[in-house]
């Protein structure tokens, strides 16, 4: 039983095209994040959705739009791909919010190349 | 701004040695620490948390230390394996109650038999 997984597992594409990743967990949780992770291995939020509520949207450039249609999915969509985007996107959930004490699950990631 | 600082060198060991992996951060006071594995092509896996009040915390052979005054985590592998062979990754919390983890750059351990 896959915890949380991610759709697509790789993502190829040309400049300019639009493209969505999907996310479900079957933990549970209340809390869903997304991640990028760039060629450094920096692991960088981007988002974060607790019961369907956006509650952290760091500077992402507005190209960028979750969408969390329930408490277990939580989607990305892309618009406008540049190259700058190709980067491995990491979906993970947390029971809850709890300042940081609460441990997150992770994805497999999906490896989106811009060309 | 928060920082958060690992070894970005990757450390090589021989197997059966103890590994120590260093978590430095700068303009913050977190009240908790995790650390995290991750192996190539896969997703991060929560390992160990830490509480400021706590000075270590101890998980089969990983030992976690938390020293508020010097910034710093130390992460151990006791008695190494090659099977311990990944990159290893701090978190801090965020500030408020978003469950914001920054995490650091992660070091790269290998382990050699």
């Known amino acids: 039983d896959t915890a949380v997984s991610q759709t697509p597992k790789y993502l190829v594409t040309q400049m300019g095209n639009d493209k969505s990743i999907k996310c479900e967990q079957n933990?549970?949780?209340?809390?869903m994040y997304w991640y990028k992770q760039d060629s450094k291995k920096f692991l960088k939020i981007m988002f974060s959705?607790?019961?369907?509520?956006?509650?952290i949207n760091e500077t992402v450039p507005n190209r960028f739009s979750p969408k969390s249609p329930d408490k277990a999915h939580l989607n990305l969509h892309i618009n406008s791909l540049e190259l700058g985007d190709s980067a491995v996107y990491f979906c993970?959930?947390?029971?809850?919010?709890?300042?940081?004490?609460?441990?997150?699950?992770f994805g497999p990631g999906t490896r989106l190349l811009v060309l | 701004s928060q920082k958060i600082e690992q070894n970005s060198e990757a450390l090589n060991i021989q197997e059966g040695k103890t590994a120590t992996l260093t978590c430095n951060y700068t303009?913050?006071?977190?009240?908790?620490l995790q650390w995290y594995r991750q192996d190539p092509g896969r997703g991060p896996v929560f390992l160990l948390l830490?509480?400021?009040?706590?000075k270590e915390k101890r998980k089969e052979r990983l030992k976690v230390t938390f020293d508020t005054t010097l910034k710093q985590s130390l992460f151990h592998i006791t008695a190494s394996q090659p099977a311990d062979s990944a990159t290893y990754l701090c978190?801090?919390?965020?500030?408020?109650?978003?469950?914001?983890?920054?995490f650091g750059q992660g070091t790269t351990l290998q382990v050699k038999p």
């Open positions: 978190a801090l919390h965020g500030s408020g109650n978003t469950g914001k983890l920054i």
């Open positions: 993970a959930s947390s029971r809850g919010l709890a300042g940081g004490q609460e441990t997150q699950y």
């Open positions: 959705y607790n019961n369907k509520e956006l509650i």
């Open positions: 933990l549970g949780h209340d809390t």
């Open positions: 830490i509480r400021e009040n706590e």
């Open positions: 303009n913050y006071s977190p009240a908790y």
